[in-house]
């Protein structure tokens, strides 16, 4: 959300139109029903929501997910590690893009020090997370070359790093391949000081490649631009009002304030979603990157032996 765009007198959407945390834990227990397992908070910052604890107890006490999540910068983890992990959060993902001060303010744009997030981490290792996941987002001319000092800052089986490629999220942008460092390049880039060994994924449609390191930790890459996964997605994305996407680049969704506050069943809105689930046919990422020219492909089951 760049502040140009998003300033302070940005006008925001009214709270009556966010969903509460009853009609988010009940929107829950619907998709649980309908068999998904994990459920995973992320987006607005600090933290998402004043006393975000409340809806991660409601969505703790869901019968049937097996995950519970939440992915954040990291900026109030000091603050409220111990909290998020007595409310019943079972994973936590916090967005390094950087381990220098300058590059940390570059990519991120925030006006909190990068000291601030690595206290979060350690308050968070405290309050009994473990491992934490760690996301970077490798842009080429601006973070590339730590790709190595971050294995190194996050290695052992305290932490699993997570290198993206970058990519321009949302329906309008271009997919600028200049500032995309490819999957198999920072593979290269580990493998040159770190010893790797490929692992399988966890569960099919997992994003990242994985691989095992020496000192037992865990690095994966996720190839969202060079190597989109659009065809075995398991994943849906309910925004903070209610619309429902099956993509992260749709440009529309389905609403479901709606029938939450117009007095449909649990059954209703579960026929609703079902609908929206069974026609997906969504391959955004996979029609913009069939449509950008881009180097030639690397076999990444072969990366890593």
């Known amino acids: 959300m760049p502040k140009e765009f998003f300033g302070r007198g940005y006008d925001f959407l009214p709270k009556d139109r966010l969903l509460t945390f009853e009609e988010l834990a009940r929107i829950s227990r619907i998709f649980v029903g309908l068999g998904v397992e994990k459920i995973r908070l992320t987006g607005g910052e600090p933290l998402l929501r004043r006393d975000i604890e409340r809806l991660i107890e409601q969505l703790a006490a869901i019968e049937g997910i097996r995950d519970l999540t939440l992915t954040t910068n990291g900026s109030l983890l000091v ?61 080429r001319g601006v973070n590339d070359t730590e790709v190595a000092d971050m294995a190194r800052r996050f290695r052992g089986a305290e932490f699993i790093l997570r290198f993206i490629e970058f990519m321009d999220v949302g329906n309008s942008n271009g997919w600028r391949m200049n500032d995309v460092v490819p999957a198999a390049e920072i593979i290269a880039r580990l493998q040159e000081q770190v010893a790797l060994t490929a692992i399988p994924r966890n569960y099919p449609g997992e994003t990242a490649l994985r691989y095992r390191t020496a000192e037992g930790g865990e690095i994966g890459v996720i190839a969202s631009v060079t190597r989109p996964f659009c065809g075995d997605c398991t994943r849906a994305r309910l925004t903070a009002e209610g619309t429902l996407y099956t993509c992260l680049f749709a440009s529309r969704g389905v609403e479901l304030r709606g029938p939450l506050r117009s007095g449909a069943s649990d059954e209703e809105i579960a ?21 950008t020219p881009r180097e030639p492909k690397v076999e990444m089951s072969q990366v890593g032996g």
């Open 79 to 139: 603050e409220k590690a111990g909290a998020l992990r007595h409310a019943g959060l079972r994973r936590l993902t916090v967005s390094v893009d950087s381990i220098r001060d300058t590059t940390f303010a570059a990519m991120n744009d925030v006006n909190f020090p990068l000291s601030r997030v690595l206290a979060g981490l350690d308050a968070a290792r405290a309050a009994g997370f473990s491992p934490i996941k760690i996301n970077m987002v490798v842009k």
């Open 271 to 291: 026929e609703k979603v079902r609908g929206v689930w069974t026609r997906r046919a969504d391959r955004y990422s996979e029609i913009r990157s069939d449509l």
